[in-house]
Nanobody, 118 residues
Framework: QVHLVESGGGLVQAGGSLRLSCVAS????????MGWFRQAPGKEREFVAS????????AYADSVKGRFTISRDNTKNTGDLQMNSLKPEDTAIYYC???????????WGQGTQVTVSS
């Protein structure tokens, strides 16, 4: 069982930055892929970024490429999402998740709210 807790959300003006963190407990997640997703009001949850267990394969949604950076520290059982040049359309609840196999996301955090004002 993996317990994920996100932090770092908040209110920021457009053009600003936030760094989200995801801390895992229960067991090591060094063999899991990690991902970040978001859900805006009235919209479905969408993929933001993912990083494989070794940290050498990374994917981003087109909407965040060049602005967001995903990373992980397997020694600390954590993952981060650095978000720069934030836009109002980035406003959402952000979730981290882990997957043992492919895109079968097994565990999810409770989410952290990110609000970007114009």
């Amino acid at each position: 069982q993996v317990h994920l807790v996100e932090s770092g959300g908040g209110l920021v003006q457009a053009g600003g930055s936030l760094r989200l963190s995801c801390v895992a407990s229960g067991r090591t997640i060094r063999r899991d892929h990690m991902g970040w997703f978001r859900q805006a009001p009235g919209k479905e949850r969408e993929f933001v970024a993912s990083i494989n267990r070794g940290g050498d394969t990374i994917a981003y949604a087109d909407s965040v490429k060049g602005r967001f950076t995903i990373s992980r520290d397997n020694t600390k059982n954590t993952g981060d999402l650095q978000m720069n040049s934030l836009k109002p359309e980035d406003t959402a609840i952000y979730y981290c998740a882990t997957a043992m196999h492919g895109n079968n996301w097994d565990y999810w955090g409770q989410g952290t709210q990110v609000t970007v004002s114009s």
